[in-house]
């Protein structure tokens, strides 16, 4: 049965397939939860995409109102693209659903800025320059790769991103605060990602990603708890630095 056939607009093509359609809406089967997990993990699926074009932007403007980066691990930024960038090739070539991976692509974007703003404000001019140049171009070379190969660098994304988020925790434990890192930032990380592990559940039958997805939010719940222990403790002004 189509849904031209039988009214039902075709924007539900993009929560359910038709089978489902038919059973919530022709059959009113209202408790047809296959079919209504499967709607809520695709409108989650694509709340998280659209919620990633500002999920850095409360950062973005947090480094540049103090014009400072104390406290923000470099490395951790430079994992976080590297791994965005695997992410998007490897799911781009398996042609996953965008719902299930879109709002790599948007970060992705939002994280060169970012780079640009920990150069520039580091004095290391000439990088803040590159970034915008030399990552996408890295990024459309990674996605011409053969699928094998962008499965390994996945695989090895894993543990990277880990990293990335290691680093950044050891940061805050070290300076004894959490400097110009965003709350907003890392407490949207913590939903999304939250979001995301459901949505990979549902929808991808993919271990790789699923572990992936695991350990980003069990990382990310781990920054947002040093946002409590460390809420009351000030920054200092003067430092600029990058870790």
Excluded at 5 to 13: F, I, N, Q, R
Excluded at 20 to 27: A, G, M, Q, R
Excluded at 66 to 78: E, Q
Excluded at 183 to 205: C, D, H, I, K
Aim: aromatic share 12%; proline share 4%.
């Amino acid at each position: 049965v189509s849904t031209q056939s039988t009214g039902v607009s075709p924007l539900l093509l993009l929560f359910m397939t038709e089978e489902c359609i038919k059973s919530v809406f022709l059959d009113f089967n209202l408790l047809d939860f296959p079919c209504l997990k499967m709607a809520l993990s695709k409108g989650l699926g694509y709340a998280i995409v659209m919620g990633s074009v500002l999920v850095k932007f409360p950062q973005i403007l947090k480094i540049y109102g103090s014009g400072s980066v104390v406290g923000l691990a470099l490395s951790t930024f430079l994992l976080e693209t590297f791994c965005a960038m695997i992410n998007v090739g490897y799911n781009y070539a398996q042609q996953f659903p965008f719902s299930t991976w879109g709002e790599n692509f948007f970060i992705l974007i939002q994280l060169i800025v970012i780079l640009i703003q920990l150069f520039y404000y580091s004095d290391r001019t000439i990088l803040a320059l590159l970034c915008p140049l030399v990552i996408p171009a890295l990024s459309l070379g990674m996605s011409k790769l053969p699928t094998e190969y962008l499965a390994v660098g996945l695989t090895a994304a894993i543990p990277l991103l880990a990293l990335s988020k290691l680093m950044q925790i050891k940061a805050n434990f070290q300076n004894g605060h959490t400097g110009q890192l965003s709350f907003v930032t890392s407490l949207m990380n913590v939903l999304g990602t939250l979001a995301r592990l459901f949505t990979v559940v549902q929808e991808v039958e993919d271990t790789i990603i699923l572990i992936n997805a695991s350990s980003v939010f069990v990382l990310n719940f781990i920054i947002i708890a040093q946002f409590v222990v460390y809420w009351n403790v000030a920054p200092p002004s003067a430092e600029k630095k990058t870790q």
